[in-house]
């Protein structure tokens, strides 16, 4: 099993439209956790911190269920300049190293 | 806003030849990392480095690679001799402390011919 496996994608959506991405990890020690975007050859841009409450900013939520090692995103009212890749991102239960997974293109398209 | 700044931005080598890559971590950052990215996979972990040793690396960080700061501000990666499976983005990113995020320089793409 992937240690961080993420939907495939790319998803393509219209202008406005609410778009979910679904991670899920493989080991049950990680303690944090992240949504980084990554534009095409440039470096991961921290996007949020997932809590295990849930956590929203702005048009972004995130939620995290550790009972089902299950991290997701949720993006409302999509806009042009949300195309990118997105990089579920999981730190090691030592902590320290980050371990991506391989990340889920989005094209919003007017 | 504070960032990790990286150079170069793209180097080209030829196989067999020794790269440093450069990196200038945030001011207050403790922890400073080494990742890279093939074109079209993911982003690997390579090393983690704290209090002037390396913390942790990965299967990938062989013998060729190596990781010094040599000063306080400057964090480098050296690969002794280049193989043409080296060519990735190299990023350095740094954090504050171990629970907290990390924030990624924009990269060296490292062209190995």
């Not at chain 1, 702005?58 to 009212?77: H, K, P, V």
């Not at chain 2, 960080?61 to 190596?66: G, P």
Request: proline residues 4%; charged residues 25%.
């Amino acid at each position: 099993r992937k240690e961080v496996e993420q939907d495939p994608g790319p998803f393509n959506v219209p202008e406005g439209a609410t778009v979910a991405f679904n991670c899920t990890y493989s080991n049950s020690a990680s303690q944090s956790f992240f949504w980084y975007r990554q534009d095409c050859r440039k470096e991961p841009k921290l996007l949020m911190s997932v809590y295990s409450s849930g956590n929203e900013d702005g048009r972004f939520t995130a939620q995290l269920n550790r009972a089902s090692q299950y991290i997701s995103l949720l993006i409302r009212d999509s806009k042009l300049s949300d195309s990118a890749t997105y990089l579920c991102v999981v730190k090691g239960n030592q902590g320290g190293k980050l371990i991506f997974g391989q990340g889920t293109e989005l094209s919003v398209k007017p | 806003e504070p960032e990790v700044t990286q150079t170069p931005s793209h180097q080209v080598t030829q196989m067999g030849q020794e790269v440093i890559l450069r990196c200038v971590p945030i001011s207050n950052h403790l922890y400073f990392y080494w990742y890279r990215q093939i074109l079209g996979q993911k982003v690997e972990f390579l090393v983690s480095f704290y209090n002037n040793e390396i913390s942790e690396k990965s299967e990938i960080f062989d013998d060729q690679f190596s990781v010094e700061r040599p000063d306080g501000s400057n964090f480098t990666l050296k690969i002794r001799s280049t193989k043409l499976e080296d060519s990735a983005m190299y990023f350095c990113a740094s954090e504050e402390d171990r629970v907290y995020e990390q924030y990624f320089g924009p990269g060296t793409r490292l062209t190995v011919t």
